[in-house]
């Protein structure tokens, strides 16, 4: 019985052949550590986009708030808004100024033009990574 088993296994076995082009296919295919090599090379092509990426100009908006009765904060609010008037300068004004608010927004093209090299050697050193 454990003859005609064997015997039945084997010719199973052959049925399912496959040829060398088809078993090195699926040897690759389900290497994971193929595949884990495949993951570090996408990485070393990602840390070189984000080397060349620090080269090139960037857009910075920055925005903020404040709202003060400080007497020197309202002041400087004040100066800052260009807003001074003559009737700023009493001394109950000065003192007890009462609340102003101050909106900030700022819109910048920042260009990296000189580093000492970093940039430069940071790209160098992620291409040779990759």
Do not use: C
């Amino acid at each position: 019985m454990s003859l005609l088993a064997v015997f039945f296994s084997t010719s199973s076995l052959l049925a399912n052949e496959l040829s060398l082009k088809d078993a090195v296919a699926y040897a690759i295919a389900h290497n994971p550590k193929l595949q884990v090599a495949g993951s570090r090379v996408d990485q070393a092509q990602a840390e070189v986009d984000v080397a060349t990426g620090k080269m090139l100009p960037h857009v910075d908006v920055v925005t903020g708030f404040a709202r003060t009765n400080s007497p020197l904060g309202f002041f400087g609010a004040k100066l800052q808004q260009q807003q001074i008037r003559a009737a700023d300068f009493t001394p109950s004004s000065l003192n007890q100024p009462g609340y102003i608010n101050n909106y900030q927004s700022q819109l910048a093209l920042n260009m990296p033009l000189f580093a000492g090299g970093a940039l430069w050697a940071g790209r160098k050193q992620a291409d040779e990574l990759a």
